[in-house]
Each structure stands twice: as structure tokens, then as C-alpha cells.
């Protein structure tokens, strides 16, 4: 393994066991919630009617999203398939969940890194989904583009989550990272707290670019949560700023900014000011 996987999974070797405890965390809770309505409302009319749902999680982490993906599709269709990630500490909390009910016998894990993979078959599953920075934090991600897209049935489709270049300037400047601020803009990367290896950040166009490149069709470009902003706090697994203990302290509060997200994610005219991008791609 190089010098950049090996930082990778040394950050994510430490972090495996409390990982999920970002589910407590008031931002994310906020953020996955968002993404959770949004993966439905977008994935809805294409996987409707479907009594099987092949599903490859490339960069897998715990499995958060394949448990999430079955909560949302599981009712109607037959959800089965492969969780990847090159975190061997990671996968190993994915696995314990899926080997539970309600998902036993229906999901293997693989440790892997996604630019490459020998063990998965080509042209089988339905949805990818990389949630959260996978793209980030892969070494060549026209490659791993590439390799997911022949993992996809034709008209398949992945589904990532990535950092963002104009949030990551807006972040840089607010918590007062002029350093990050300036490899942002010469180098697409950052690190939000100290701790942390560099991400990659992309832009709308460079993700167009990228996927239509790697051979994906009909590319949409979505982002959110775009009115909320996390602080420095936030780039951790436990804490709060204050002013989204405010914002998110109550389930009504958290409930009324959800709505007025989801009013607006689907515009166009909003995409850019997305903590995160939603990249939705076609095989
Ligand atoms: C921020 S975590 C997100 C995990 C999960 N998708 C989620 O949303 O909870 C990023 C994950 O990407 C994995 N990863 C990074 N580069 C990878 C690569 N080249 N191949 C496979 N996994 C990779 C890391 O090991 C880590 O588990």
C-alpha cells in the first residue's frame, strides 16, 4: 500500500469503533437525514417496480449507507449486494451489522481499494452509492470512477457524496485556515482540522467533467445541506458549535430547517453552496 492509502486508513483505523457515533451528532444527524430524503425522492422513480436491488457500497466505511439504503428501498424490493472499502477497521463494524438481522445473508464485504476491483463482477449491480468524501480521499478518482461504472448494469446508477471547493474556500476563511484557504484554490485539496488527511474538493463542472469522462451519462449535480454550515466542531466525530446546538436542539427546530433544505436542494441555482455535492450519475 503507497504513502496516501496508508495515511487513509491509519485516520480511519482510529476512528472505526466511534465512527458511528456520529449518528449522535447533531449536524450529521441533520445531514444524513437530508441525504436519506434525498436519496429517496431521486432514486424513487428509477428503482421503482424493482423486486431486486443490487447494490454496491464502494467505500463502505461501518456500512451506514448500505443499512440506510435497505431502510429506504428494503420495503418493496429485494435490497442484496457488496460493501467495499480499503479500510480494514472500518469494514469489520460494516460486517458485525450486516451479518444482523435484518440484513444477514444479504450483503458481503470485501476489503478493497475501489480503483481496482478483481473480486467484484462486472455489469451487477443496480446502484453504487460512495457517501460522504470516498471520492475524496481515493488517490485517482477518474479511476475509480471508471471501475465503478463497469461494476454498474447498464443504466445503473452511482450516487456520491464529495466535498465541495466553494464550501471548502468558505470553511478555510471562517475558522481562520488561510493556509487551506490558499491550497484550496492552487490545489482542489484541504484539511478541515489538523487531524485529518488532505481531501480533494471539487466544483460542479470538474464532477461533470469527471463522470462523462469516466463513461457515465445524464450527470446531475446536487449539493446540501445549503443553508446550514457546520463549524470546526463538526469535523469531528463528538461535539457541537454552540450556534448548531441552538439551530438543531430541538426536533421541531431540526424539523423546520429540514423542510426549508429540502424546498430548495433540487434548484439549480443553489447548487454550489452545498456543504457537500450529490453527484447521480447513469452507466
Ligand atoms: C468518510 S468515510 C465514509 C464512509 C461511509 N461511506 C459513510 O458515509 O459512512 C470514507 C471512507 O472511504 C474509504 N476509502 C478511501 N479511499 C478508498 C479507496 N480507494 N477504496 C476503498 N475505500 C476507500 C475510507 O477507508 C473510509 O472508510
Redesign the pocket.
Known sequence: MNEH?QS??AY?AEKAEA?DDVDQQLYWVFSDRFYREVLRRELAPILDGKREIRLL??????G??TVAFDALFGGQSGVSGTL????PD?LAVAERKVQAPPHAGRFRCQV????SMPEVPDASFDVC??????LS???HPER?LREIRAKLAPGGVHAA?LGNTYHALYFSLLTGRRAELERVDKESMIRFNDVMPSMRCYTLRQLEELYLAAGFTNVKVLGGPNFLYPGMEETFVHGATERLQSDLGDRAAMDRLLEIELAHYADPGVVGRGNTLLVLARA
Open positions: 492509502y487513509v486508513t480511519f465512527y457500497d464502494a467505500g463502505a466505511g461501518t451506514r449507507w467495499v472499502d480499503i479500510s472500518m478493497g481499494n475501489i480503483e452509492l460512495s457517501f460522504y468524501n470516498v480521499f481515493v488517490e475509480a457524496v
